[in-house]
């Protein structure tokens, strides 16, 4: 049968021994385990160490491997801190670096996955060598020595590196001193849960990767540190507890793409800095207590797609003053989503509830909303755009006088130059007549106005008869414009001579200067307004 033998704080494992089953060794008390290989017998020792096979060892220190030991289970020595020193001499599967005081499986003699990086060791950064491709759950769990980790693989910021994969749970849990954590492009596969949880020192995280599209349960979790967050864009849901007991984190920044439809339950537990929070437009449900203990949160904005508050989601949020809801029909409240911090206001202090105008008298209709808040609306700006142009900016200019609200539709108006007149507006499909200004209602699609303008012409006309005793002279049948000059000649007949010229337009009667052109012959000119 198989024999495993105790000595003092030894424990060897015999050569008859293939596989530790999980949790077999859990917890084993010895500070050193010896995998014994018999070569002339063939028995080789222990090829396989299940799940969890020696989960919690406290006091384990030192693993010698069987040169036959091929494969190491999910979080095989889970809990085991003071594990540094691992031997693996004569195994061409795992290679124990004293280097790094890491563990590698190998693959033609390259190391392809991180088994772990041992909780014992005492140096204070690791970087991933180039050919690593998988990293297992678990890897840097409890290294709480660890301040410094680095996975680009020498590739920079860009990605490019041969890591792939991060295969299972708890990754980075419990390396209380790292405090920045850059996750590459390059991961195309990504396990979360636990991901960094108590990783208390921890200020920044920034994830490149697209490969994964959730959170799992206590992603961040305990991460007192964390300060702000931007939001992944191919994260659909999140698993729970995401970002619990996280007292320092003040902004999370969703990304107009986001994609995340689900919120798992307490994912802002306890979050006691932030103070706002506008969720994606995309989000179509939340569950219970999400912002629970949310002390200091005093701004909330929800998406068109939030049906239904969660269980108990704004318990014990006294700080709470506005809520901003995009939704047309007014999202169900639960009876325990709201808490007397909410509930019990007087009426100038009641959470102020923000809804599009054109809802507003939904909302006040609404049994519980018109019970407990105050409703004001808000004018949401169209996703679409509008443009305006005018046909020629050296004859007239557009612009938007009146940005469509609640209470106004849009307006435009075109400022034509003096002297030009407002011919049509066009939306490239219509023509419409020159009213200025514009009123174009309230806009339902994107759309480009444009103004024609054209310079407005003169006609010149003369009182002088075929009698008169004198010729006038000046450019008949033209088309004149505004601030042409137009020169007149007065010659008169003989025995006559000219002592004033009276020049009337609509308004006004002026005297003009004469100019003598020659003997008793006069110029004058008029300048067209």
């Known amino acids: 049968g198989a024999s495993v033998i105790i000595v003092e704080k030894d424990v060897t494992i015999e050569a008859d021994v293939t596989v530790i089953k999980n949790y077999a060794c859990s917890p084993i008390k010895s500070t050193e385990v010896i995998f014994a290989s018999d070569i002339e017998s063939g028995n080789n020792g222990v090829e396989k160490i299940g799940d969890y096979g020696f989960y919690k060892s406290e006091k384990l220190e030192k693993i010698t491997f069987a040169s036959n030991t091929n494969e190491i289970g999910n979080l095989a020595f889970n809990l085991c801190d003071k594990l540094k020193t691992v031997i693996a001499i004569g195994n061409n599967t795992i290679y124990a670096s004293p280097e790094d ?145 996280c007292t320092s984190l003040k902004k999370v920044n969703f990304p107009n793409s986001s994609t995340l439809k689900s919120m798992g339950e307490n994912d802002f537990y306890g979050c006691t800095a932030l103070e706002s929070i506008t969720l994606p437009k995309s989000l179509e449900k939340m569950n219970g207590r999400d912002f629970e203990g949310c002390t200091k949160l005093n701004y909330v904005e929800l998406g068109a797609n939030v049906s239904t508050f969660g269980y108990q989601n704004f318990f014990n949020c006294p700080g709470l003053k506005t809520i901003k809801i995009r939704r047309a029909t007014p999202p169900i409240i ?164 000219i002592t004033r010229v009276i020049v009337k337009d609509l308004t006004k009667e002026t005297n003009c200067m004469l100019t003598a052109k020659g003997e008793n012959v006069y110029a004058f000119k008029m300048t067209i307004v």
């Open 101 to 245: 005081d890491a563990v590698y499986l190998l693959s033609n003699g390259e190391k392809v996955t991180l088994v772990m990086r041992l909780p014992g060791s005492d140096k204070p950064s690791y970087t991933l060598p180039e050919t690593v491709k998988n990293i297992r759950g678990g890897a840097f769990k409890n290294n709480k020595n660890l301040v410094e980790i680095d996975l680009k693989q020498g590739k920079g910021t860009n990605g490019g590196g041969a890591l792939t994969t991060l295969s299972g749970s708890y990754t980075f849990s419990g390396c209380s001193k790292l405090k920045e954590l850059y996750l590459p492009e390059n991961i195309t596969s990504m396990a979360t849960g636990e991901l960094c949880s108590g990783c208390s020192s921890l200020e920044k995280i920034t994830i490149k990767t697209t490969g994964f599209t959730s959170f799992g349960w206590g992603s961040f979790i305990n991460c007192k540190s964390l300060q702000e967050f931007d939001f992944p864009r191919t994260v659909t849901s999140t698993g729970g507890s995401t970002f619990s007991g």
């Open 334 to 497: 639960q009876p325990d989503s709201f808490d007397e911090t909410v509930i019990s206001r007087l009426e100038g202090e009641r959470v102020e509830v923000l809804v599009p105008c054109s809802v507003k008298p939904i909302y006040e209709q609404a049994q519980y909303y018109k019970k407990f808040f105050t409703i004001d609306d808000f004018y949401e700006k169209p996703l679409f755009d509008l443009e305006v142009l005018s046909n020629d900016e050296e004859l007239g200019t557009v612009e938007i006088t009146q940005e469509q609200d609640c209470n106004h539709p849009t307006e435009i108006t075109a400022f034509p130059k003096p002297g030009v007149v407002l011919q049509y507006w066009t939306d490239g499909t219509t023509q419409d007549a020159p009213e200025n200004p514009k009123n174009l209602g309230y806009l339902s699609k994107s759309v480009t106005w444009t103004a024609f303008f054209y310079r407005q012409t003169y006609a010149i006309y003369d009182t002088a008869e075929d009698e008169d005793p004198f010729v006038l002279s000046y450019e008949r049948n033209k088309a004149y414009y505004y601030n042409d000059d137009v020169e007149f000649t007065v010659t008169p007949f003989s025995g006559y001579k």
